[in-house]
């Protein structure tokens, strides 16, 4: 079975641009997770979808968005690109269920001039 | 809100050397509780689990962990480590009905010959 894909692996923009990151679960997984992972931060949630339903969110601010399509894939796009958004974004996939484990894809690397 | 604590930002040891990586996480109605391996480069693997059951939980590669509740705590263990075992560990709990991971700092193991 395959595992979580993350497109691109590595970006490369400057500030006040937008990007759109792209996740693809494991086949017959309904909830996808972005997490944001820096030096200095370390792992935060952003958030998560269930069949197409935002079920729960992090503490961002509204620059960073999701959205899951029927096919459980998943998008998240940052609007006016900062510095500080230079970071590895990981997305998980699970089967959503309370507890359930979430299987990790390599993650894209966002690096922002 | 729930937080974790990973005391350890390094743990050096030497190679066939019994390891042990701290974990504390602050009390909750119920977690879920996780222990997830990154290598350079990589995305998160899944260690072990444990959601309810057994408080000693075996995990892959020869790791185990034990829930301990009345300390609120998670650490993982391994009686004889390999050069291979380097990398860096997070520890995770899941608040019940969140859908979301929320991680410790992470250690990262370096293995010496």
């Known amino acids: 079975k395959a595992g979580v894909t993350q497109t691109p692996r590595y970006l490369i923009k400057t500030r006040g641009q937008q990007v759109t990151l792209s996740c693809s679960p494991i086949s017959g997984h309904r909830s996808v997770s972005w997490y944001q992972q820096t030096p200095g931060q370390g792992l935060q949630f952003l958030f998560e979808?269930?069949?197409?339903?935002?079920?729960n969110k992090g503490n961002f601010p509204g620059r960073f968005s999701g959205r899951q399509f029927s096919n459980s894939r998943s998008e998240m796009n940052v609007s006016t690109l900062e510095l500080g958004d230079s970071a590895l974004y990981l997305c998980?996939?699970?089967?959503?269920?309370?507890?359930?484990?979430?299987?990790f894809g390599p993650g894209t690397r966002l690096t922002v001039l | 809100a729930q937080s974790v604590t990973q005391l350890d930002s390094q743990v050096p040891v030497f190679e066939e050397a019994p390891v042990e990586l701290r974990c504390n996480y602050s009390?909750?109605?119920?977690?879920?509780l996780f222990w997830y391996v990154q290598y350079p480069n990589q995305g998160l693997q899944l260690l072990l689990k444990?959601?309810?059951?057994?408080?000693l939980v075996k995990g892959i590669n020869g790791f185990e962990a034990e829930f301990n509740k009345s300390q609120t705590s998670f650490h993982l263990r391994k009686p004889s480590v390999h050069i291979s075992d380097t990398a860096e560990y997070f520890c995770a709990v899941t608040p019940g009905g969140s859908y979301k991971l929320i991680f410790g700092s992470g250690t990262r193991l370096l293995v010496r010959p």
């Open positions: 998980a996939s699970s089967l959503g269920g309370d507890g359930d484990e979430q299987f």
């Open positions: 009390s909750s109605v119920s977690v879920y």
């Open positions: 979808y269930f069949s197409e339903t935002q079920r």
């Open positions: 444990y959601l309810s059951g057994s408080t």
